[in-house]
């Protein structure tokens, strides 16, 4: 089972090398991990993706609480959450396949983003799913290189406190 647990952390030199040294020794896999800055400047946000049952899941998450700088751990996994993932892909794109690709991309909802005589550079976010659909549509196009962030995830407000809706 996949868990996206969220943690909150001083937002100092050394942090993540923590958290990810201490994980690997104790033989626990990331998935995926993304951090950033907060909208405290003193915080930042982890969040991972880590395999394993509840006993697991309960393992790292009291590891996590025991790091001097983490603030919190949250799995998110069993809320109602908004996550996307980032891309940036480069595919071979000669001028008689653009307007192929091209429909492809707004069909993802992606965007070139950079156009030589030969390639093409796409940005796409979204679902995990959505991402890799979008990879396996283009793989027959001839992918030349890609990079992918990890997950960044945020529990919804409460129906009182929405003002738009996911797509």
Request: proline share 2%; glycine share 6%; net charge neutral.
């Amino acid at each position: 089972m996949r868990h996206l647990l969220s943690a909150l952390v001083q937002n100092q030199p050394g942090v993540l090398a923590q958290v990810a040294g201490m994980l690997a020794s104790r033989g626990y896999n990331i998935d995926s991990l993304a951090v950033g800055e907060t909208e405290q400047a003193e915080l930042s946000r982890m969040t991972f993706v880590v395999r394993g049952d509840d006993r697991v899941l309960d393992q790292v998450r009291k590891q996590l609480e025991k790091v001097v700088t983490v603030v919190q751990v949250h799995d998110i996994s069993s809320e109602a959450f908004v996550e996307r993932d980032l891309m940036l892909v480069k595919v071979e794109a000669p001028p008689e396949r653009r307007g192929e690709l091209k429909n492809l991309i707004d069909i993802f909802r992606g965007r070139i983003v950079d156009v030589s005589r030969t390639a093409m550079m796409i940005e796409i976010s979204g679902t995990e799913n959505k991402v890799q659909a979008f990879v396996d549509v283009l793989r027959p196009y001839g992918i030349i290189e890609l990079a992918r962030t990890g997950r960044i995830a945020l529990v919804r407000s409460s129906a009182d406190h929405r003002e738009t809706t996911d797509k």
